[in-house]
């Protein structure tokens, strides 16, 4: 999708990899000037060659002070995309305390704490701006280990619903990205099973998984100022998946 973001900033975290690389290069080349956040600091560097001038910040975000100090004072920012997520698969009575609290901790809290560092910036420069929270179609349905994983996206609905309502009346818009598997590296290589892959192919009435420029451009057109009048939604890129 062909938009312009020239003279905004934006910030993507979980930018190192998948969906949030494919966001920073897109918004790279829309003309916007870019805040890549990730913990991994190789995947940093390499974006830097792909993407020149785009700011990279290393920061773990299920790590509340050091998010805090990291992006305290990241400046003026007009869009968000709040994309770092962890998946770590257990069976429900197999979850530990550390599984727990690691996926709350980044993809949920790192979406309040992120997010509240840049709404307050927005609304002390009296601007508008856009939040786009990446969650999953299984925010909606089930998946076997994915217990933990799908709370959180689950969560994540009502939260962007919640900071659409409070943040409405400051001209900032939340909405949500629901997206089914994803064909990055990681999700190529979950799923080159043909066997594993039916199970959820036999439920996409397109029958095929998402390619990363499908949620981007989703994420692209929620970010612009064609869905003006779009927020606290969740837009599903998944096929049809919910539909059957």
């Known amino acids: 999708m062909q938009l312009n973001f020239s003279g905004l900033r934006a910030l993507v975290t979980g930018a190192g990899k998948g969906i949030g690389r494919d966001t920073v290069k897109a918004l790279h080349a ?16 390499s974006l830097s060659k792909e993407c020149p001038g785009i700011e990279a910040v290393c920061v773990d975000l299920g790590n509340w002070e050091a998010t805090e100090q990291a992006l305290g004072r990241v400046g003026a ?5 709040n994309n770092a997520a962890v998946v770590l698969m257990q069976p429900f009575l197999e979850i530990t305390k550390e ?8 993809n949920l809290r790192s979406v309040v704490q992120v997010s509240q560092i840049v709404a307050r910036g927005m609304i002390a420069r009296g601007v508008p701006g856009s939040i786009v929270n990446i969650s999953s179609m299984v925010a909606h349905v089930t998946y076997p ?3 933990t994983y799908s709370s959180t996206k689950s969560a994540m609905t009502m939260l962007t619903k919640a900071m659409a309502m409070e943040l409405g009346p400051h001209k900032i818009r939340v ?8 064909m990055t590296p990681m999700g190529k290589a979950y799923w080159s099973d043909p066997h594993k892959a039916k199970v959820i192919l036999d439920r996409i009435p397109l029958g095929r998984f998402a390619e990363v420029e499908n949620v981007v451009d989703a994420i692209l057109f929620l970010l612009s100022d064609r869905s003006g009048m ?7 890129v998944e096929g049809g998946f919910l539909a059957t």
């Not at 909405?175 to 994803?182: D, K, L, R």
Request: glycine share 4%; proline share 4%; net charge negative.
């Open 145 to 147: 280990n994915l217990i």
């Open 77 to 81: 920012v007009d869009l968000l995309v």
């Open 30 to 45: 829309s003309g916007a000037s870019v805040v890549a956040v990730s913990r991994t600091d190789a995947d940093l560097v």
């Open 175 to 182: 909405n949500a990205v629901n997206p089914t598997v994803v």
């Open 99 to 106: 599984t727990f609290d690691r996926s709350f901790n980044v």
């Open 230 to 236: 779009t927020t606290g939604s969740a837009l599903p």
